[in-house]
């Protein structure tokens, strides 16, 4: 059968709708728009906050979203949308110095790209064991973590200083929304936060006149620092009525690289970026394993697939002076409220995706966003993503009384989170991010399975008061990953 043939069916209510399988064209064109609006927030505020163009983000999204559908031969429904998991990389990657523009942050993230497919190929051919022996959950949880975290001085060092207080309740309306709000409307809270920030932002400029507060790229001294100026919060909006309504990306970004641009590379950068590749190993595994359970199918021969899939649409995109892919948690989400699992929904998605990504004037409604509005955004989505690292210890059962997990993860923490660096000669240093999934990775199996009888007793009484040292040790020795 055709990939691009589908059952037409009409399922009763509850009933499910198989990948292979379609509604009515004007019922999946309804569902494809869901989709859309599913993974409309996350998709171009990453970009804005990475430095990149959130319309070629969007544009990318669709096409890289059809990219995977035919890779894993339409079995796999998920929509790829703009990654997270390298937006602390690109942060350090501009920090370093002026020369690493947004070319190199290209670059790099074409590299982790290509680096994830690889994986992919690895997975598909040996089996994901050897991913699972090197990157247990312990470690996967610790990196995912420290990706988060590192991201905390953006937040408070460039976003919530624009206008603290649309910044502090945009985050509480985000809180709100996303827990309180019913069924669909809790997954767009990103989206929904955003409207509500802009409108804030139009209510507070009416009421209280100017805000005096740096810009990023504004006002700048001899030093190339930004200055506090007197400025309206939606300061950009007059940009929006010079933009056409048709047209592709173009024009600069803030540090003068064009929106599409072709890679420059550096292997500070690029060693900087590769932490982000094994969170997106366990994020494309957790995800094709939960459309597995959805839709009751066996989908372990396609997780390589759907990881090399996932590598060589960052690589495409990044190509272009795009942003990196993942497969989106909210776009599963809309299958589970549904119950349409239909690749049909989500090439429609990938088209209308493609279409906003020609419209320049979306893309100037976009990048006229409040600082503000972004810091109360940011401040909870990077908090978000830290914490997907303790859910991954959680899920799994990791045991922090057993030292191999609480000491072997410690100092790659610290050292990640709290930006130690080590240098090496004059030209090159190593730290952060890169420096901190190192530590991860060599400690943890520097000391897996080569603790010593009696040893981690101070440990397992931090964690476990009531710690029985005889049944205790007999349960850990018992787990030889330390899960």
Known sequence: MSMFKWDVVDPAPGEAVAPHQRLAWGKTVGLGAQHVVAMFGATFVFPIVMGLDPNLAIMFSGLCTILFLLIVSNKV????????????????IRALDEGNDSSYVTGAILVGGLVLAAIGVIV??????????????????AVVMLIGFNLAPVVAGIYWPQDQWVALLTATFMVCAAVLLPGFWSRIAVFLALIFGYLLSWVFDAIFGMINTALPGQNLDENGVAQPFEHDRLWAWDSIGDASWIGLPSGQLADGIDVVHGPSFSLTAILLVLPGVIALVAENTGHVKAVAEMTGEDLDPYMGRAIGADGLATALASSFGGSPTTTYAENIGVMGATRVYSTAAYYVAAVVAILLGLCPKFGAIVNATPGGVLGGITVVLYGMIGLVGAKIWVENHVDFGNPINMVGLAGGLIAGIGGVTLTFGDDFELGGIALGTIMVIVYFHLVKGRAGDGTGTVTRHLSHPDYDEGVDDIASKGNPDTR
Do not use: D, E, W
């Not at 429904?77 to 350090?92: D, E, I, K, N």
């Open 77 to 92: 429904p998920s929509y790829l949308g703009t990654s997270a998991s390298f937006v602390a990389s690109v942060a350090a």
């Open 124 to 141: 598909h051919f040996g089996g994901s064991r050897l991913i699972h022996r090197l990157l247990p959950p312990a470690v996967t949880g």
